[in-house]
């Protein structure tokens, strides 16, 4: 099992660039999330999905569409890349509530956006 | 909003000596979870908590939950360089999907 992958692992975009970052598990887990870690500021939520074809906003959603159209991907978008979103992007999985799971990690995205 | 606090911010231990990582939240605790992160890279797993005073040990490394699980500690006994890297809880809240993660512990230890 390759576990939680992300791709890509290194991206830099110029400001209104639009790029979309992949996550992949093959766990069968029914969900997944997408954080990212800016210095000081610990993991931060954007969004979650709790099962295909369903998507919630986390803490800091704005800048960023996700979708999740197979149980095994969850994809983040960023339309119009902003220096602000400049930051290392982690994905997670774990599996469906009803006890408390481990939250598997992705390697991360660092993106950087100029 | 739920927040988990974690202190300290950053730690500088000396090769050999104890260190106490504290996470607290203002809320009830569904789960606990301790990562190490080594910088530039991605989470390790380390251990998970969900029982009020539930203890648990990894090789140097012993996490608690306290009995209203509100607050966890990670302590590391006999510190190594290899221990350093930053420390970060997260917790998950009952009746909610989300994590919360801390803002993290960065411990540097001196040979």
């Known amino acids: 099992n390759a576990g939680v992958t992300q791709t890509p692992k290194f991206r830099v975009l110029k400001t209104g660039q639009s790029m979309t970052l992949l996550c992949a598990q093959d766990m069968n887990h029914e969900y997944m999330y997408w954080y990212r870690q800016d210095p000081g500021m610990g993991l931060r939520l954007i969004h979650y999905s709790v099962g295909e074809g369903t998507t919630a906003k986390g803490e800091v959603p704005d800048g960023y569409n996700v979708s999740r159209l197979k149980k095994q991907n969850f994809l983040l978008g960023l339309e119009s890349a902003a220096p602000s979103q400049t930051s290392v992007y982690f994905c997670a999985s774990t599996f469906l509530q009803g006890g408390f799971y481990e939250q598997y990690f992705g390697p991360g995205t660092r993106l950087t956006v100029t | 909003s739920q927040e988990l606090e974690q202190s300290p911010q950053s730690l500088i231990v000396q090769e050999g000596k104890n260190l106490t990582i504290n996470c607290t939240s203002s809320?009830?605790?569904?789960?606990l979870y301790w990562y190490k992160q080594k910088y530039g890279e991605g989470l390790i797993f380390l251990m998970m908590?969900?029982?009020?005073?539930e203890e648990k040990s990894h090789e140097k490394i012993t996490a608690k939950l306290d009995e209203k699980k509100q607050q966890s500690s990670l302590h590391i006994t006999a510190s190594q360089p290899s221990h350093a890297g930053i420390y970060l809880c997260g917790a998950g809240f009952s009746g909610s999907y989300k994590y919360i993660f801390g803002t993290g512990t960065r411990l540097k230890v001196l040979a």
């Open positions: 908590l969900q029982k009020g005073g």
């Open positions: 809320k009830t605790l569904y789960g």
